[in-house]
């Protein structure tokens, strides 16, 4: 079971900061690309690309995102280069959908398997409270879709979230669940989410007696 493309929805992203005395926060986001746009003299020696169909070289399209909110006055400007847009739905990434209460916990859909807009979700999240923005504390399991031995379609679970970071390795943390189903089935995600439930208390239980 894999829950790495829900994970990875909802993890590692920032929301830009307003004033902390703003009354009312909100952005409005605007877009600007400025073809043609030369390197400075700090931006590394002359150069073009070897590949006779790619145009990179000594000028770029800058890409600047506009944030602003009118309610505390601040403005954010993020520059890049080589702009990538695209328009997809809350279907296909997962996350922006509305968490749903199933067995006494809160379950956030990841993208589904194939990210086709009709689908359901792969896989999910699993919280004890609804939250407006999920954090690494805040997850305590997940619910992932597979199939059966006749390809019916059945889910597997884990359970108490353990984030290692290795920054000698890699940037961003490596996620394991102490506790999985291993090879039982589930033939609901409420039933595997009961199963989630019932090893979040479990653990919880054998720590109060252990303290």
Known sequence: MSSSDALSAYLGWT????????????????????????????????????????????????????LLCRSCQVVRLITGEEQSDRSTTTASTGYGQAPKPVAGLWLYPGPPLLRLHDSTPYSYLCTLERVEQLDEKDIVGTIVEGRGSRGATVWSAAALLEVRHLPSVRTEPYFTWKTVSGDTAFKTVAAAAKWVKAAVDAAATEKEVAE
């Open 15 to 66: 929301r830009p900061a307003h004033r902390p005395d703003c009354a009312r926060p909100s952005w409005e986001v605007d877009l600007r690309t400025e073809f043609g746009q030369h390197r400075n003299r700090r931006g590394g020696p002359a150069h073009s690309c070897p590949n006779d169909d790619c145009d990179h070289g000594d000028q770029y399209e800058e890409v600047t995102v506009r």
